[in-house]
């Protein structure tokens, strides 16, 4: 019998602190759909935009999923603060410092290059929910930085939990293994079987949990993460092996092989945090049709993937595919200047 995941189930292996407001929407997007049809008169798929944009959690994202579980294993561990690193611009420093805010831990935010908008976007957010801010010059720094901290803080008697970079842990990845099941549960009831499920991947726990998700739920659908930085098999294989990890947390287990990692690397332009002519395309395209606004560093080459997919034919008017919203809508602000034409 195919093995059914529940969120329940997940619960049971897992200690989950609620942060998000879900079930997050799961929108037609009728207008972009229209623009996307191709020139012969025919209708392109349809588009659904599951809208993990708004988790709630001071401006929302994917990372508030993960952080339910990953908070939850803070709290369960009598941990008092935590520490997590990104970009400067992180959305997931963000959203980790307001959980953090939320629950009444410490948050140590120990941030690295790409430097972008200081005193905006994220970097405000993360001001204004109290966050410690500790701005490393590389990468080196960084990791050099978070373990004398964790040292310092459990020698105080503060011991933290540390987060590595985008949340991306089995426990974290458990979060989208939960969203396959309230996705699953959307598109059930409205008869809807997606051709394929697109959102931007980056330090592999949306995909991974997405992957290990899917398999427990017993659904075959084309899991598509789009590159948001240039990488390529390395990347698949580090997904694939969270996948297999954060399945066999979740419960019954499955392996993952490279070869079951769906990765769009075509959109990803020249580094991470670069914004591209066909994001910048994407992110107008759904602001006039929709008026659901993407981020330029993650969901605009995202988008950018899933409208290269359709222009290509590769989905017919009978299909449906479906994009999921993951945030990083402060970072519009902080990226502004290589936005905006009105300057
Ligand atoms: C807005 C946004 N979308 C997508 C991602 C990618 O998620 P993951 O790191 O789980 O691959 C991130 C990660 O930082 C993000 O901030």
Known sequence: ?????????LEARAPRVPLAHLPTPLDEAPRL???LAPDNGQRGPRILIKRDDLTGLAFGGNKTRKLEYLIGAALHERCKAVITTGAAQSNHARQTA?????????????????????????????ELVGAHVILCASRDEASARIQSLAEE????????????????TPV?????????????????ERGVEPAGVYFASSSAGTQAGM???ARGCGVAWSIWGVAVEPNGDEFRREIAELATQTASLAGP?????????LLETGFAGPAYGVYTPEADAALRLLARTEAILLDPVYTAKAMAGLIGHIRAGRYGPDDTVVFIHTGGTPALFAYADQISRTR
Request: proline fraction near 6%; include cysteine.
């Open 211 to 213: 992957l290990a998700g």
């Open 1 to 9: 019998m195919t093995p059914i995941l529940t969120v329940e189930q």
């Open 172 to 188: 974290g990845a458990l979060g989208y293994a939960q969203c396959v099941v309230e996705l699953q549960e959307q598109l059930a």
């Open 33 to 35: 759909a229209a623009a």
């Open 253 to 261: 287990g499955a392996r993952f092989e490279v070869a079951d990692v």
């Open 98 to 126: 307001a959980a953090a805010a939320k629950v009444g831990l410490e948050a140590y935010l120990v941030l690295r290059p790409p430097i972008e908008g200081l005193g905006q976007g994220n970097l405000l957010i993360d």
């Open 153 to 168: 803080l459990r020698d105080a008697g503060r011991p933290a939990y540390v987060i590595p970079v985008g949340g991306s």
